[in-house]
């Protein structure tokens, strides 16, 4: 399984990834060209479309902190009607040259002690936390986070950190989310952060 490269994007833009494709080329003679062969080959000789690569992220985060609004966005769905996750879900995010298949984990107490049986295959991580929470809310999500850069799954894997709510009045800034999680403990080649709205 090809690992996935690191990559960011911020919920009120939609990100863009760029991945390398091999193509196929067709070639064949023939022995008389008729008038009009030349547009006609390139109407017809084209092919299919190479299939798009496809990769496996997991998303957590805990209750509220807008995991599901992200994603319902990235898919150009509505977020009138989003609810907390019960248990997970799987979206297929569509990019122009590949497909994330993003597994979605509720964030409530009784679930995310199941997290880990949800990691294997995973070739990149989101974490998403709300910016504009309580110190102790930030503390739970900072534990949460750093189980998970721990995690033998995940030990390897990219992290795109998404503090989300940044319109929010009490929102901190990336650096001060940063400096809160004690990120500066974690190589910085595996750590993404970006920030976020709510989405509307």
């Not at 209750?63 to 898919?75: I, N, W």
Request: charged share 20%; hydrophobic share 35%.
């Amino acid at each position: 399984m090809r690992p996935l490269a690191p990559w960011l994007f911020t919920p009120s833009s939609q990100p863009s990834i760029s991945v390398s494709l091999s193509r196929v080329t067709i070639s064949f003679s023939c022995t008389e060209i008729s008038p009009g062969f030349s547009e006609l080959k390139a109407l017809c000789c084209k092919g299919p479309p190479p299939p798009r690569l496809e990769y496996d992220v997991v998303c957590i985060g805990l209750t509220g902190s807008g995991k599901t609004s992200l994603l319902s966005r990235l898919c150009s769905e509505g977020t009138e009607t989003v609810v907390p996750t019960t248990g997970f879900s799987i979206k297929a995010v569509p990019f122009q040259n590949a497909i994330l298949n993003v597994k979605e984990l509720g964030g409530a107490d009784n679930i995310k002690k199941y997290w880990s049986r949800y990691y294997q295959g995973s070739q990149g991580v989101i974490f998403v936390l709300d910016s504009a929470s309580s110190e102790e809310e930030l503390e739970i999500a900072r534990n949460e986070l750093h189980s998970a850069l721990q995690h033998p799954q995940l030990c390897i894997l990219p992290f795109l950190i998404l503090a989300n709510h940044q319109d929010k009045p009490a929102a901190r800034s990336l650096q001060e989310v940063s400096f809160q999680t004690n990120m500066c403990l974690f190589s910085e080649k595996r750590l993404h952060f970006s920030s976020g709205k709510k989405a509307r």
